[in-house]
Nanobody, 121 residues
């Protein structure tokens, strides 16, 4: 199975920036897509941004123009550059990967352990 390890969360003031990283390792043949989700207290987990291996990306409306997702396919790593952060961006951010363990195998989901992002003055 794949393991995802996130890093880069922390405390930042409103208007500040953070960069999250997520590296995938383990039994991976290919990764179709990698992305970031977030979950704030009392709320459901929601998509933030996603990038496919073909290079397409999609973003939640609430981060468009502020966050940028990028991938290093050779390193099985995905990044999330977060600028102009707002208090409402405070949440646990989770990395996700849709991957295959073998050629032609079924796609599987993997999740990271989550990293806390707190935006506060």
């Amino acid at each position: 199975q794949a393991q995802l390890v996130e890093s880069g969360g922390g405390l930042v003031q409103p208007g500040g920036s953070l960069r999250l990283s997520c590296a995938a390792s383990g039994s991976i043949f290919s990764i179709n897509a990698m992305g970031w989700y977030r979950q704030a207290p009392g709320k459901q987990r929601e998509l933030v941004a996603r990038a496919t291996s073909a290079g397409s990306t999609n973003y939640a409306d609430f981060v468009k123009g502020r966050f940028t997702i990028s991938r290093d396919n050779a390193k099985n790593t995905v990044y999330l550059q977060m600028n102009s952060l707002k208090p409402e961006d405070t949440a646990v951010y989770y990395c996700n990967a849709l991957y295959r363990m073998t050629y032609g195998g079924l796609p599987r989901d993997a999740w990271g352990q989550g990293t806390q992002v707190t935006v506060s003055s």
